[in-house]
Each structure stands twice: as structure tokens, then as C-alpha cells.
């Protein structure tokens, strides 16, 4: 007869509870399997939100960095003067007229800033910045959908700290906006790639009809887009998607040809249309050459890379991204008027594929290690060092220097120092685009205080006069504007007889400034010929120290304010 304890263990050790217990093994087994997937995959979550995190406030940081420090230049302050007439200042609206080249998106969303601000020149770039970093963020979740979190890593890196990007986004420009909503087309793109949905690409269609709305010239992503579908046969597209989508698009864009009507400014429209048509170069063909630096060398060298592979996989958006960038770049070259801000639509294809084109090395030299035995922490330190390099040194030390220089720098000084106003050195300019003026604010806030609130003033070339009317709230006549209606902006007057205007006192303050006189320097002369004939007062100065050829520094004047009388 057994006892109780032999029949406790003959029980425990059947064949129901030998099956049990490796039931609860495996069970346990999984359930720490999954765990620790669970916790890596936490880890590796958080560690990507992380680094997110910090590149899109060290983004912000060279954004915000001495962002005020110099005063706007000659398309910041028209913009920004339009914002200030939709805001309902009467003193701007009677100096800038709200319907000019472009629509009006940008300057809504700056008019609503005015109306809690007031007028200013810091908000309206604060509103650039936030879409400089909201395109740094859509890069880096456009690269983590095509080509997981080091790509997207990668692209936010090289979108926050490439001069390109950080010099635009720093300015009341409308090519950074029109650039984020590009970027946000190509999101819902790629997320249309990854899982077709009707409700994806719809709100691709209203992105892009939202950057048309913030620029005109972002209708170029429309043939782009044509070709991607044409050209990705993987991709699926139905005629009802598509039939959908270009009536969402052209209702998006609907709203510009809207306030022309209400507003009255069909004509006006018609007449910047035509203009457009018929500008002359103001640029060589080699313009963008020089544009190309600005962006990194080496990360466009990495692009090239990246192309390269593109085209060999052509798989999802490397179609796209290559018709975009073949579009963008065929049309502005072929376009006689060249602008310093115009590619940076650009930034994020390009970004994309410079961070395609560096893990693909990584990748590529990981492998090669493990074929040729060599030490993989050696590879893998080597590409840390290329892609330290390649961020800090060229990308960073680029958008220091960005922060740290204007585009001209001036040195306001006062009316009595000795200046040789006699014949102005026309030498001194920029190229308009890469940045502020500090001689807006000294300017404008010496006009303002120190002239009568009817006073007229004459500059060589329209951007000064567009700085002298936002700061001084003064009018300005350009000499420069052409009588040719179908050679002029049409919102600028043009001054048909100056020498009556001086005469009759119309006008009471010429304004020379280099930059102006750089580009146009008959009119520079001619100007200055009105000075000396009506004996001109230096009334103000502003002077900037260059060293010469021969070792000594002379003061070049940049701006000088010469009082007429008759």
C-alpha cells in the first residue's frame, strides 16, 4: 500500500503534468520574449523621439539665434507692408497695395500675428521660422516612411543646420512656407506609397494646393506629380481618386482667384501676369552654382549618391523626388529671372537623398567588413566621422556664419563725419535674398522721427524705397522704374520728369544707396547729378569700413539722405 506522499508524487509527475509544465515554460518563455521585444522596441522608440526632439530644437536654435538684429530687406518689407494693410493699418495700406505678384497666404497668416502684435519686423519672421522648423520635422517623417528612422534622422539633420535652409527660413519670405507645404505633399505621398488610401491622397492634393496658395510657382509640383504616377507603375491610381483629387486641388487654390474678384484685383493680376512674362535677366545662366554651396558640398555630394541609387531601384518616391528636382531646376534655369531663395523647394528631396546616399555607404562598408574580416567598430567609427563632418563642419559652420553676418553690413553714423559724397562708390552691394539690412531699422527710424509726415522721398532703385516706406512710413519714388508698363512692376509709380518734381518740390530728400547703385549705376549718376545741381544737404550717412588693396580702410557710403531745396 502507498502512502499518501508517494501518491502526491506519482500524481505530479503524470503525464497531465509533465504537459503542464511545459505548457507554463513556454508560456513564460514567450511572454519574456515578448517583453523584452517590447522594451527594446520602447528603447529604440524613445531614443528616435529623442533625437528628433533635440535636432528640431537645435533647428529652431539656429533659426532663432540674433534674429532680430537686422532690419528687413526690400521683399520682407513689402510683404510685410501688405500684412499690415490686411491688418488694417490705413498708413500701410495707402503706401502698399495688398494685390501685388503673389497670393496671399503668407500674408494672412503674418496679418493675424499683426492684429495681436501690432506692426513689427520680428513677428513676421518668427512665423517663416516656425515653418522652417515644421519642414524639418515633415523631412524627417517623409525619410522614416520611405526608408526608416536613419534616414529620417539623417534628413532632419541636414534640413536644421544647412545655411540654405536656416538663411530662407530666417526671412519674411514666401518660398519657406510654399517649401513646407512641398515637404507636406510629399509625406502624404510617401504614406500613399506605403498604404493607398483615397483620404491620403486627397489631403496630398490640398497640401499642394496650399503651397500654390503661399507661392504661385509651386504649380510646378503638378506636372511633377503627373510623371510620378506615369512613371511608378507599382503605384496604384484610380480615375476616381484622380478626379477627386484635382477638384480638391482646384478648389484649394480656388481661394486666390476669389479675392481678386471681390477684391477688385483682376487687373492688377492680369498686369503682374504680363510682367512676369516680360522681365529681363537679372541673373547669368551659372546663377544657382553659386546657391549650391550654401546648401553643404558634401551633402550634395551625398545626393548625387543617393540619385544615383534611386535610379536603380526606382521604386515608391524616387520617381517622384527626382521628377520634382529635375521640374524645379529645368524651369528656374530656363526662366530668365533667377532668385537666391527660388530652389529651396529643393531642400527636402535633396536631403532625402543625401541621407539615402549615407546609409547606403554605411551599409556598404558594414558589409564590405564582414566579407573582408574588417574590424566592424572601425567601419562603423568611420562613418560617425563622415557624417560628423559632413553636419558640423560644412552644415554648421555655414549656418553660424548665416547668424552671425548680414547680407550688406552697415554702420549707421552720424551726419557730421566725414564722408566723400562727392562720387559714391557703387561697389558695395548683395545679393537680395541671403538676408537682412541693418541700415533699415537706423534708416527708417532717422526718417520717421526727423521728416514731415508728407515728405516725398526719390531713391536710385525700388528696394530702398520699399524700406524707406515700411520704416519711415515716408513715400518713395524709385528712378530707376521704367515709363514701359510692360517693364515695371505695376505697383510702382514711375517718375517721368524728376528734375520738375525737385523744382516744384515735390520731391524733398534723394536717397543713394549701393546696393542700387551697384546694379544700376546710370542712375546712380543720374541721382547724384540732381544733388549737385540743387546743392543737396548730407543729412544723414550710413558708412561701412572696407579695406582696400593696398592695406589701409576707407568708409564707403552705403546709404546718404540728401535734403533739396530750389
Known sequence: MRRP???????TSGPFWTDLRAALRRHYGLTKVLEAAAGRLLRRRATFLATAGILLVLAAAVRLVNLDRFG??????VYAGQAAALAGHQDYAQLFGVFRAHPLLVHFLVSLVYRITGVNDVAPRLVSVAFGIGMVAV????GTVMRGRRVGLLAMLFIAVSAYPVMVSRQLLLDGPMAFFFALTLL????????PRSLTL???ACSAGLAFLAKESAILMVPAVLAFFLLARDVPLSLRDFGISACVYLATIAAFPISLLVGGGTR???EFFVWQLLRRPNHDPTFYLTVIPSIGIPVVALAVVGLVIALRRRRGLDALIVCLTVVVVAFFELWPVKGFQYLVPLVTPVALLAADGMV?????????SRR???????????ACLVLVATSCIALGVGSIAVIATPAAAIAATDSDQTVDSSTPSAGYGFTAGTGGLEASRPVGDWIRQNTLSDSQFLTIGPSLANIIQFYGKRRALALSVSPNPLHRNPTYQPVFNADLMVRTNTLQYLVYDSYSAARTPFFAQRLMSFVHKYNGILVYADVQPVLQANGSTANVPVVLIYEVHT
Do not use: K
Not at 5 to 11: E, G, L, S, T
Not at 188 to 195: E, K, P, W
Not at 361 to 367: A, E, P
Open 5 to 11: 506522499d508517494d501518491q502526491r508524487v506519482a500524481i
Open 188 to 195: 502624404f505621398l510617401a504614406l500613399y506609397v506605403r498604404q
Open 268 to 270: 492688377v493680376a492680369q
Open 360 to 368: 547606403s555607404i554605411t551599409d556598404f562598408l558594414v558589409g564590405a
Open 139 to 142: 523631412g524627417g517623417a517623409i
Open 372 to 382: 573582408e574580416r574588417l574590424p566592424r567598430r572601425l567601419v562603423i567609427a568611420s
Open 72 to 77: 528687413f530687406n526690400s521683399d520682407e518689407a
Open 202 to 204: 486627397y489631403a496630398a
